[in-house]
C-alpha cells in the first residue's frame, strides 16, 4: 500500500476536519497519525494545535513524537505547522509555565498585551520579509491569545500587528510555521497551502474543484 | 489592526435554511451546502450556522450538514444550536466546525464554559446570548434607567430574571472567547441592530462581540461595528438577495470601513502578473 504523502499529526482532540478538507481540495488526500515512525517516515507533515500549550504538549509527549517532530524540523524536512503547532516549536509560553516546548528554536511565547481583545479571532493583514519564498502578503485568519515576537535565526518571516507586531508565519526551506490558519484563510490560505505542497514535493491532483471562487490566474 | 468580519448566518433545520421574525415563523431559505459555497464566494469572512432543529434525526441530519459545508468552505465555521456538553462540542468540530457556540446549556451549567475551553481553548467556544430589552423603569430617584437586558434562552421563549451583559462578564470570565449577542426584539425585523445592547456588551467585556438582529442595510453594519462589534451577523438581507456580501463590503469602504478582499491572489513574487 503506498505511503500517504501528507501525514497530519493527530494528538488529542485537536479538530482537523478544516485541514483536512484544505488538503482534500488542493488535490491531496491526508493519513491522519500519532506513530513515531510514521512521523519519522513521512514525505510531509502537518502539525496542527488546537487548545493549550500544555496540553499540546502533553499530547506530543504522551504519543512519544517529540524527537521524530524536532528531528524532522532541525533537518529542513516539509513540515507545516499550525497556530499552536507554531508555539510549541519554542522553548515554552506563559500559557503554560513550566513545561518545556519542543525547543527547535529559542524563545518564549507571550500573551497579547495593549489594550486589545483577546483572543484575536477574525482576519489580520501578513506583510513577508522580502526573503520569504512561501509567504506572501494578504489576509488571513487568526484565532489565538498569545503569540512569538523574536524572529527565529535562520528563518524568514512574516508579521501581523495586533497591539503590537508579532511573528505571523516563519518558513526556512521546507519548513513553514504558520500562526494563522491558512486552512481557514480562503483562497490567499488555500494558495500559500498549495505553494508549501509544492516545495515539499507532494504531488497533487489537478482539480482543485470544489473551492469557491477559484478561478485560475489571468497571467 | 483585525479587520471588521462580515458574517453571513445560516439557520438550518432539518438539512435546510430557514429564516423567521422573532425567532417565529419559520420559513424556507434554501440549501445550506449551496448558500455556504455562495457567502464565501462572494467575499464572507466567516459563516454562523445555527441548529435550530428539534429532533434527534434533526440533530444528526445537521453534523451531516456541518460535515457537508466544510468540504466547500475554506473559511471559519462558528456552528451552535443545541449543544449541552463537550460531547456535542466534539461532535460538531470532528465534523468540521471551528467553533462552537453555546447558549441555553450554559446558561443552565455555566461550567460547561470551562470545560469547553479546557479541552478545546477559549478561541473555539462561542457565547451565545439571545436578550431582551426590559421595559424601561423610573428609577427610585425620578430618572429613567439606563437601559439593560434579560437573557432569553430556548430559542427566545423562555425569559429569565438575569442581565445579559452581567452574563456576558461572567460568561467570559469561565473562559468564553467570543460573545454572539442576538437582539430578540430586532431579530428578522429589518430595523438595524439594538445598538445601545452591543456598545453595553462591547465596552464590558474583553473578547470580541458579534453584534446579531436587525441589520438590513450596509449602513446598519457599519452602526454596529461603530458601536464596538468586531464583527458583524446577518441572515435575511443576504438570503432574501436584498443585497450581497461583495455589495455590503463596498459600501462599507465607501463609509472608510476596512473589508477584507477576497480576491487578493498575485501579491506573491512568484505569481504576480509582470506586464
New interface residues.
Given amino acids: 500500500m503506498p505511503l500517504a504523502p501528507v501525514h497530519i499529526v493527530r494528538t488529542g ?1 485537536a ?1 482537523l ?2 485541514v483536512v ?2 488538503l ?2 488542493a488535490g491531496v488526500q491526508p493519513a491522519l497519525t500519532s506513530d513515531p515512525a510514521e512521523i519519522e517516515n513521512a514525505k510531509a507533515v502537518i502539525l496542527p494545535g ?3 500549550f500544555g496540553a499540546a504538549m502533553e499530547g506530543i509527549r504522551a504519543a512519544r513524537i517529540e524527537h521524530v517532530l524536532r528531528d524532522r524540523i532541525i533537518a529542513g524536512r516539509p513540515t507545516l505547522s499550525i497556530c499552536l503547532g507554531l508555539q510549541v516549536l519554542f522553548e515554552s509560553s506563559e500559557e503554560t509555565p513550566g513545561v518545556p516546548g519542543l525547543g527547535v528554536v529559542p524563545g518564549i511565547i507571550g500573551r497579547f498585551s495593549g489594550g486589545v ?9 501578513v506583510e513577508a520579509d522580502p526573503m520569504c ?1 512561501l509567504l ?4 488571513a ?1 487568526y ?3 498569545y503569540r512569538a515576537m523574536t524572529p527565529p535565526p535562520g528563518f524568514s518571516c512574516a508579521w501581523t ?2 497591539g503590537e507586531r508579532f511573528i505571523a508565519a516563519m518558513e526556512r526551506g521546507a519548513v513553514l510555521a504558520c500562526q494563522f ?1 491558512p ?9 500559500l497551502i498549495e ?1 508549501w505542497l509544492d516545495r515539499a514535493g507532494v504531488e497533487r491532483a489537478a482539480s482543485s474543484a ?4 477559484k478561478e485560475s ?3 | ?5 462580515i458574517i453571513p448566518c445560516l439557520d438550518v433545520r432539518d438539512g435546510r435554511v430557514v429564516k423567521g421574525v422573532r425567532f417565529q415563523n419559520l420559513r424556507d431559505a434554501g440549501d445550506p451546502v449551496q448558500l455556504a ?2 457567502y ?2 462572494q467575499g464572507a ?2 459563516l454562523v450556522m445555527l441548529d435550530v432543529s428539534a429532533t434527534p434525526d434533526g440533530r444528526r441530519t445537521a453534523l451531516e450538514t456541518v ?1 457537508a459545508i ?8 462558528t456552528v451552535g444550536g443545541g449543544v449541552r456538553s463537550t460531547h456535542d462540542a ?1 461532535a460538531l ?7 462552537v457556540g453555546v447558549n441555553t446549556a450554559a446558561v443552565k451549567e455555566p461550567a460547561l464554559l470551562s470545560e469547553l475551553a ?7 467556544v462561542v457565547l451565545a446570548i439571545d436578550a431582551i430589552r426590559r421595559a424601561p423603569t423610573e428609577g427610585s430617584q425620578g430618572g429613567v434607567l439606563p437601559p439593560a437586558w434579560d437573557v432569553v434562552v430556548r430559542s427566545g421563549t423562555d425569559r429569565r430574571a438575569m442581565d445579559a451583559v452581567e452574563w456576558g462578564i461572567r460568561a467570559t470570565q469561565l473562559g468564553a ?2 460573545v454572539l449577542l442576538t437582539s430578540v426584539d430586532r431579530d428578522g425585523v429589518g430595523v438595524g441592530y439594538d445598538l445601545e445592547l452591543v456598545a453595553a456588551m462591547s465596552s464590558a467585556v ?3 462581540v458579534i453584534a446579531s438582529g436587525g441589520a438590513s442595510t450596509a449602513e446598519h453594519l457599519a452602526q454596529g461595528l461603530a458601536h464596538g462589534a ?2 458583524v451577523l446577518a441572515a435575511s438581507i443576504f438570503h432574501d438577495g436584498v443585497t450581497t456580501v461583495s455589495r455590503v463590503k463596498e459600501q462599507l469602504r465607501s463609509m472608510g470601513i476596512r473589508a ?12 504576480s ?2 506586464p
Fill in positions: 482532540t479538530n476536519a478544516s478538507a484544505a482534500t481540495r488546537v487548545g493549550s481583545r483577546i483572543p484575536q479571532l477574525g482576519w489580520n493583514r519564498t506572501a502578503g494578504g489576509d485568519y484565532a489565538n491569545s500587528t495586533h490558519h486552512e481557514l484563510s480562503g483562497r490567499w490560505g488555500a494558495e505553494r470544489g473551492l469557491p471562487g490566474a489571468p497571467c | 489592526m483585525l479587520i471588521p468580519r459555497a455562495e464565501e464566494r469572512d466567516e460535515a466544510r468540504s466547500v468552505l475554506s473559511i471559519p465555521l466534539a468540530l470532528e465534523a468540521g466546525a471551528d467553533k479546557r479541552r478545546f481553548g477559549s478561541q473555539c472567547g467570543e474583553e473578547v470580541p468586531e464583527a477584507r478582499s477576497h480576491e487578493q491572489a498575485g501579491e506573491h513574487a512568484g505569481r502578473c509582470k
